[in-house]
């Protein structure tokens, strides 16, 4: 029997805890409810007209899901919020990364390439591991909160719980590509470095721009936060 940590909770009632095997199913589904569909990049891509890409990028959350750091954010009972957090090691001279090794060996689909790719170029447009001088990081990679939940501090509480974590497993830095206006607010309120940003009118998918789709999200920003 898994018997999750809790990580956080705040006045509104949401507890943050490590997600289990007992809960994964529940997780996976409120992502395909509320962050495929919602989340800027994915929107950009119009992820949702290619349910087989989306079916590729749970596989990725499922591999995630097994380092052992991802969160969940209970409300009422509910799972409301997710963090699948991925430990990074920094690859060696030569090597491939994670997300370029995903990429090339599990993703078909053009969508769930492009997606993929837009993490490897993020973390490529400033090198944390150099930056920081460190061999590991936790990447935020995945932050999704129900759509039917806003306002209740879940996406801040998730990011918080994350930072926890790593200092938990003696990860040196946390790093996440915040895409949308809310998630870069809830980085700047905690203090994160800002390494870059990128505007969505770069990223072109099948001839189009995202910023074509995004609306008011109009920016990916790389973000980090020290541990300590």
């Known amino acids: 029997m898994d018997i999750p940590k809790v990580w956080m ?3 509104m009632g949401v507890v943050i805890l490590d997600l289990t095997q007992s809960k994964l199913k529940e997780t996976l589904l409120l992502m395909r409810d509320s962050y495929y569909p919602e989340e800027s990049a994915a929107v950009g891509i119009n992820l949702h007209e290619c349910p087989e890409g989306i079916d590729e990028l749970e596989k990725l959350t499922i591999e995630t899901f097994e ?45 769930a390439k492009e997606y993929v790719n837009n993490m490897i170029l ?17 990447e935020l990679m ?11 501090g879940i996406g801040r509480l998730l990011v918080e ?59 990916m920003v790389l973000m980090a936060k020290k541990t300590f």
């Open 161 to 219: 719980a994350t930072v926890a974590v790593a200092q938990h497993r003696q990860i040196p830095i946390v790093t996440a590509i915040f895409t949308s206006v809310e998630s870069q607010k809830i980085g700047r309120k905690l203090q994160w470095d800002e390494l870059c940003t990128m505007p969505m009118s770069e990223f072109v998918f099948k001839g189009v721009p995202y910023s074509n789709f995004t609306g008011r999200n109009q920016s």
């Open 122 to 138: 993020a973390d490529s447009k400033k090198d944390a591991f150099e930056h920081y001088g460190v061999e590991m990081s936790l």
């Open 67 to 111: 380092d052992g750091t991802s969160l969940i954010a209970i409300y009422e009972g509910k799972v409301v919020g997710a963090s699948f957090n991925k430990v990074q090691l920094k690859p060696k001279p030569g090597d491939q990364s994670y997300f370029e090794e995903f990429r090339d060996l599990k993703c078909k689909t053009e969508a």
């Open 142 to 152: 995945f932050l999704g909160a129900s759509r039917h939940c806003r306002g209740l």
């Open 9 to 11: 909770k705040n006045d």
